[in-house]
């Protein structure tokens, strides 16, 4: 086997503001009232060798489906840290084709006093190492 066949290249597609609803946080009153969350993923995938037919890609509108579902299906969460692991662990699951992904999840609401901003999470994993392909 030559190198450039263990050395396969890779792109990221990067998928942006995405939002869906949940209740999401430890405050009681956020747990009441529920709020949009706006969510960015960037997978990492192999395009190399890949013809122009959508069998042969990550098809990435199947992603962003199944992450707006399962977030959606989660119904309330208290913390980011939380549903970040989840989502991740769904997309390593459900997605072989993905090498690694990134994932932000931007809180719009917080309750705090004097605080007018947004609080995200990012977080990145990879999935298979170069040696596992």
Not at 11 to 22: A, E, K, N, P, Q
Not at 29 to 56: A, F, I
Not at 90 to 116: C, D, M, N, W
């Amino acid at each position: 086997m030559n190198s450039a066949n263990l050395n396969r290249e890779f792109c990221w597609i990067h998928i942006r503001d995405v939002y869906t609803f949940l209740y999401l946080g430890a405050n009681p009153h956020e747990q009441k009232v529920g709020q949009n969350l706006k969510v960015d993923l960037s997978v990492k995938v192999p395009y190399c060798g890949t013809s122009d037919n959508l069998e042969n890609v990550v098809d990435y509108s199947k992603i962003i489906d199944r992450v707006q579902s399962y977030i959606e299906g989660l119904g309330r969460v208290s913390l980011l840290e939380y549903l970040a692991e989840q989502v991740l662990n769904l997309i390593q699951k459900e997605f072989p084709g993905v090498h690694s992904a990134r994932l932000v999840l931007y809180k719009a609401f917080v309750p705090l006093s004097h605080f007018t901003g947004s609080v995200a999470i990012e977080v990145e994993r990879t999935f298979q190492t170069s040696a596992s392909k």
